[in-house]
């Protein structure tokens, strides 16, 4: 970076290779193809060592000044925002494990930081209960399953992932790996064909025998239980999620507001305007108040997970009605493929199929407020 760039921040930073992204957004968008132009100009501009602690060769990044990174992005192209986001996120909880001096996380951030190596996580199909299975063997496991929505996947270096064991003696357990995609037995699909946020090609991967050495487990938990490890990647990874969902609707608001500027004194167009604003300000504030807890070295808490989780949710209805309403309010030219209000509109939806669901995230807050057992899903 030059003299001027540093003195920018993330998000400035951001902003100015954001038009690179927008240029090629609609036709990825259209081709269902991977967003790599949006993705080399991150690594051309540093962003993706931005978690990487200062003394590591990144910018040390908060989970506040990511979600802002990716939010800013979104604006520009949601698939780079979303995918890059499932690295960026990968590559902070990496930080927070290198803070504590936990094995492997130092030497993980140099390569990131020297070597531009990419974290894919496969979490958003796994969570409490992964797919696929992992046998004990000699010096480790062999592990195999299908891994779904995993982001990024083309240009992926290594993966985080998780596998089911059954332990004869403590009962079914989650393990948390690392894995190369290009270790034997990793193979890499070319099935992404969805709705929106098409450019991210989440594809799936499977594993099949793979073997996965003592030293790549990066954690050892109970299955179907949301513990203290699992509460902090949550409550960095969905944080920086949902930012990027803030940031696809606010893209349709702009483009909606930009639209309409000739017949601003229509008192209906000055009621759908505020109707967005206002639903995108209470949105923003509700992600605000989720990073405040989250704050720089997260702790574990099932509060603060289900305060990101409400975060998520009220994002997720938000992008809803807000690509709804933009729509209306631009009209028939926003029905149209390329359109980046019919983008949005299709970009969105995909808010409500990380965990939790909207739904989850109800019945969860539920039993946390009676004082059920809130850990366990």
């Known amino acids: 970076m030059d003299t001027l760039e540093e003195t920018l921040t993330l998000q400035e930073r951001a902003s100015l290779i954001g038009p690179v992204l927008a240029e090629h957004a609609a036709r990825h968008d259209a081709d269902g193809t991977f967003v790599e132009e949006g993705l080399a100009a991150m690594r051309d501009a540093g962003l993706l060592k931005a978690a990487v602690p200062v003394e590591l060769g990144g910018d040390g990044a908060t989970v506040a000044e990511l979600a802002a990174l990716q939010r800013e992005l979104a604006h520009h192209c949601g698939s780079t925002a979303l ?43 796994d969570f409490t209960r992964p797919n696929g299975t992992a046998v004990p063997v000699e010096g480790g496991y062999r592990v195999s399953g299908t891994k779904r929505f995993a982001s990024l996947s083309p240009a992926g270096t290594v993966m985080s992932t998780m596998f089911t064991v059954d332990d004869l003696e403590r009962g079914r357990r989650v393990i948390n790996v690392a894995v190369p995609f290009a270790a034997p037995g990793v193979h890499v699909a070319d099935n992404w064909n969805t709705l929106g946020m098409r450019g991210t090609a989440s594809n799936n991967i499977d594993l099949t025998d793979v073997f996965v050495p003592a030293q790549a487990v990066l954690a050892d938990r109970p299955w179907g239980v949301i513990d203290a490890p699992l509460q902090v990647i949550a409550s960095i990874g969905f944080s920086v999620i949902a930012a990027v969902y803030l940031g696809v609707a606010e893209s349709a608001y702009a483009a909606a507001v930009a639209g309409v500027a000739g017949t601003a004194d229509d008192p209906l167009v000055q009621r759908q305007v505020g109707e967005m604003s206002q639903r995108l300000r209470v949105a923003s504030w509700a992600l605000d108040g989720a990073l405040r807890l989250v704050g720089d070295d997260p702790q574990p808490s099932i509060e603060t997970f289900a305060a990101v989780m409400a975060a998520k949710a009220e994002i997720a209805r938000t992008g809803v009605a807000v690509t709804d309403a933009a729509m209306a309010l631009a009209g028939g030219r926003a029905y149209f493929k390329g359109s980046i209000i019919e983008r949005a509109y299709r970009d969105v939806r995909a808010a409500a199929f990380h965990p939790l669901t909207p739904e989850e995230t109800l019945m969860h807050a539920g039993r946390l407020a009676l004082g059920l057992d809130a850990d366990r899903r």
């Open 83 to 125: 995918a890059t986001a499932m690295h960026q996120h990968v590559v902070r909880f990496t930080t927070w494990r290198y803070r504590r001096g936990l094995p492997g996380a130092e030497a993980t951030l140099r390569r990131v930081a020297d070597d531009g190596v990419l974290l894919v996580s496969t979490g958003g199909d």
